[in-house]
């Protein structure tokens, strides 16, 4: 077997929002080039969110002005509004990620927006950019993430044409890439099935990204199922640390080391070296005090026979 499944890491940015450790700007810069160091192409760097909301996350543009330029490396900004996206384009950002929801539930409480308000929201940024000239590559790629779309910790279960209108609308706007994520960690292998499948009916031409919680133990299992469903990419947070601090009870996402150690021993390729993961995993945990949750930072890993 040798298909490559792309992990993108967010371990700097939701790995640490949730916790209540909060680190300088220049340990996050660390972190972001020790995750580089250990094989991650693409890597949510920052969030350009208010530091009133989220003070882990405060001095987004300290963190990319300490990070230079490395060739094939991505480093992703999420924002959750235009004024996020501005200030994103002030910095050297490869990628922005716009934040969204499945639901108005958790959109009225992560962002003050209804559902409908954020595509709105999402539509302006798309239409600045093209009165901008970034149709010529000046700009940095755009994504989005729509949280909450196996549950909602405020509106409950999440239904599978809801997600599918989302995202074909999504699509419609534009944007080549989307990301679908168990924010708080409720879905199952089938229900991921389901969704993707509807997802891709949606928006046949747009790239899947999948982004997991283990919340309840089903990250891997649901990882699994997205990749069995053709998916490539995926989300994943060294050492199993973060979640999300707009979502009651949401824990930590799933871990990168987990992950690539269950592809790797299937024969996916993933480009990270283990031991470097693991050893970073066992660093970040000593930078917010207390031990990161992963089973590979605790167990170490396995030869492959």
């Not at 924002?79 to 996020?84: E, H, P, Q």
Request: with cysteine; hydrophobic share 45%.
């Amino acid at each position: 077997m040798s298909r490559r499944i792309t992990i993108v890491e967010v371990g700097p940015r939701d790995g640490l929002q949730n916790e209540k450790a909060v680190l300088e700007p220049a340990v996050r810069a660390d972190f972001v080039q020790r995750l580089e160091a250990a094989g991650a192409r693409r890597i949510e760097a920052v969030s350009f969110v208010h530091p009133k909301y989220v003070p882990q996350m405060a001095g987004a543009e300290e963190v990319m002005a300490a990070l230079p330029h490395q060739e094939g490396r991505s480093r992703i900004g999420l924002v959750l509004n235009g004024k996020g996206y501005d200030r994103a384009l002030g910095t050297a950002v490869d990628e922005v990620n716009v934040a969204m929801s499945a639901t108005d539930g958790f959109g009225l409480r992560n962002q003050g927006l209804t559902v409908d308000q954020q595509v709105e929201m999402l539509a302006g940024i798309i239409t600045g950019r093209a009165n901008a000239g970034s149709a010529t590559g000046d700009a940095p790629s755009l994504s989005a993430t729509l949280s909450c779309v196996w549950g909602c910790p405020f509106d409950g279960e999440v239904g599978v044409d809801q997600v599918a209108g989302l995202v074909g609308r999504i699509a419609a706007l534009g944007v080549e890439e989307i990301a679908l994520a168990d924010t708080i960690g409720v879905g199952d292998p089938w229900a991921v099935t389901r969704k993707v499948e509807a997802a891709r009916k949606a928006a046949p031409e747009a790239i899947l990204r999948l982004h997991f919680h283990d919340t309840r133990n089903t990250g891997l299992a649901n990882a699994y199922a997205g990749v069995e469903a053709g998916v490539d990419i995926l989300d994943a947070s060294v050492g199993g640390i973060g979640g999300c601090p707009f979502a009651p009870g949401a824990t930590g996402n799933i871990a990168t080391e987990d992950l690539v150690y269950m592809l790797e021993r299937a024969g996916f390729e993933t480009g990270y070296d283990l031991d470097q993961l693991i050893g970073t995993a066992r660093w970040i945990g000593e930078k917010i005090g207390r031990p990161a949750p992963s089973a590979l930072s605790r167990a170490g890993g396995w030869p492959k026979g």
